[in-house]
């Protein structure tokens, strides 16, 4: 299948037939993960490939009970690293004057001064496992596969459920299966609706 028929053809399913996934088929959708970008290729980002059913059942009540995240053959923990500290970072550090130039300082500084340390590196590790787990659902659906990125979710809770180390977080469950519903058509914008040139006119 051409990139930009799979492009076109991606929908968010919510709603699957209990078929497994293949595994030649998973590999290649966590091996699209593997080699996905990374910023400064910190390669931060673990991907938990879970097909429990009461696992599934208690990371899709960790999701404010959307039990149909159980229904998926597999769900996918797309989790980051939360070994740094941004307020560990030297004044030289290359992240840190990034994130200086890109937030403004007084934030930087207010954020290394809260308190807990796992929060605010959890709010800069948030994006992290995102490109890879886009990677998935393309795979996937080269085979015809759909998914669902689902960002509603007590991380808390999933990393228990998932016994997770204190440095490792949960930050999205991306369950993926064969659809079990049509897709629908999405209202998209045009392309001059969402593009300009040079500068906004």
């Known amino acids: 299948m051409e990139l ?27 091996e699209a993960a ?3 970008p990374s910023p400064g290729n910190s390669q931060s980002t673990y ?15 960790a999701a404010g009970n959307q039990m149909w995240i159980a229904q998926a053959p597999v769900v996918f923990a797309c ?21 200086k130039l890109r937030f403004n300082n007084d934030f930087i500084e207010y954020l290394c001064e809260y308190p807990d340390r796992k929060a605010r ?18 795979t996937g659906t080269a085979h ?5 990125i689902v960002g509603f979710l007590d991380i808390a809770e999933a990393n228990r459920v998932l016994q997770l180390p204190e440095h490792i977080t ?13 897709p629908c058509d999405k209202k998209i914008k045009e392309l001059e609706d969402i593009v300009f040139y040079d500068y906004w006119k």
């Open 4 to 30: 930009s028929t799979i492009i076109k053809t991606r929908r968010s399913a919510r709603s699957y037939k209990t078929t497994a996934i293949p595994e030649d088929i998973l590999k290649e959708m966590l």
């Open 34 to 36: 593997r080699l996905a």
């Open 47 to 61: 991907y938990g490939v879970i097909q429990a059913t009461e696992i599934k059942e208690k990371l899709a009540r």
């Open 79 to 99: 989790c980051a690293d939360l070994s740094w500290d941004i307020a560990e970072q030297t004044d030289g550090d290359f992240g840190l004057l990034v994130n």
């Open 121 to 138: 590196t959890t709010l800069f590790e948030n994006a992290a496992p995102l490109i890879g787990a886009e990677h998935i659902i393309l």
């Open 144 to 148: 015809g596969l759909s998914a669902c």
């Open 170 to 182: 949960c930050l999205y469950l991306l369950p993926a299966g064969y659809a079990a519903e049509a």
